[in-house]
């Protein structure tokens, strides 16, 4: 295969490509007529930790696996995303994969990848088409039972303790499956019990800037909030910027939750400013590279491939702190 290394910039687009590619793949899998298999990976952006550390383990993978990886930043953005893909079917990888940065109106790009006979594996989000052949598989994590998980701890933290828990929420990225489901998946558990009340819930769309913005304004419209449930670290550390700022103490007068457990979500948990974290795990790159070859070679994968994740107190975290690889 002729190697060709170039930056090419897609009308805002940061498409990265390592190699050219070639090769009539069909999405039943054929190998590639050069032997080296193309992949085509279409990132949400770098809105967070989180994101950055799947990125990573994305390249380091690919590189590992002798797979030559195209990537690109859509920035948050479904069009760019479109974009990039409708750009990977020109080129013809042997494989597409994504994180949609939203569940839905996926249908006409994936439909047009099926026609092309290229392969779509869906990583860390879902998407809500109806027509599961327009996908291989889908890797992540099941992000409702994150956010019942999150919901556990917190009723358990306040049993027997009759009197109301105010709550406000972060949301993630509008839309975006983690979003949908850390919300439903929460809220499934507290509403057993009716002293537990969302008082406010609005996106952070997954950043830290956006988290302290919209915890500031939770703070000076809500004089009594007991509890933050933030869908991921990086908006639980900004909020904590936020609660800090007002002069009240995050982990003591504000309990904070989050969903990642991130190296700097987990300081903050050791040092006492989070007091739980509900882990989702972005080391996504090995399977995805593994389900890549398989799907090339014409092998069955599953339609589902869960991540295993665990969950994290102030305690647990001082200890998994010195390992934390990301
Ligand atoms: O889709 C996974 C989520 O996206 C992570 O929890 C969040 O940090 C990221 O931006």
């Excluded at 793949?25 to 007529?33: I, K, L, M, R, V």
């Excluded at 327009?134 to 890797?139: G, H, K, R």
């Excluded at 099941?142 to 828990?165: H, I, M, S, T």
């Amino acid at each position: 295969m002729l190697k060709k290394i170039s930056a090419v910039v897609l009308g805002g687009l940061m498409v990265t490509a390592l190699a050219a590619c070639g090769g009539d793949n069909g999405a039943g899998g054929s190998q590639p007529d050069d032997g080296k298999i193309t992949l085509g990976f279409a990132q949400v952006g770098a809105e967070s930790g989180w994101r950055t550390a799947n990125t990573k383990s994305i390249q380091d993978s690919a590189k590992e696996a002798g797979i030559d990886l195209q990537f690109s930043d859509a920035q948050q953005k479904q069009e760019n995303q479109i974009k990039a893909i409708r750009s990977y079917i020109t080129q013809k990888v042997d494989v597409i994969a994504f994180s949609p940065v939203v569940e839905s109106g996926w249908d006409t790009v994936l439909l047009e990848a099926k026609d092309a006979k290229i392969p779509v594996i869906l990583t860390d989000r879902a998407v809500d088409s109806k027509d599961t052949t327009l996908y291989e598989t889908f890797i992540g994590s099941d992000f409702v039972l994150e956010g019942k998980k999150a919901g556990e701890w917190l009723v358990g933290q306040y049993q027997g303790k009759p009197e109301p828990v105010n709550i406000v929420e972060l949301q993630g990225t509008t839309g975006s499956a983690p979003a949908n489901d850390r919300k439903s998946g929460f809220a499934d558990v507290i509403k057993a019990d009716p002293k537990f009340k969302i008082v406010a819930s609005q996106t952070g769309d997954f950043t830290r800037a956006k988290g302290k913005e919209v915890m500031e304004a939770f703070l000076k419209a809500n004089k009594d909030i007991d509890v933050l449930y933030a869908h991921n670290d990086d908006m639980g550390l900004g909020a904590i910027e936020a609660i800090e700022g007002a002069g009240l103490k995050p982990g003591v007068d504000i309990r904070i939750i989050t969903v990642d457990a991130v190296k700097d979500g987990m300081q903050a948990l050791a040092d006492g400013k989070i007091n739980y974290i509900v882990e989702c795990s972005p080391l996504l790159g090995p399977q995805l590279m593994d389900l890549v070859k398989k799907v090339v070679a014409g092998e069955s994968v599953p339609e589902r491939v869960l991540t295993e994740e665990t969950t994290f107190t102030q305690e647990q975290a001082k200890a998994a702190l010195p390992n934390r690889q990301y």
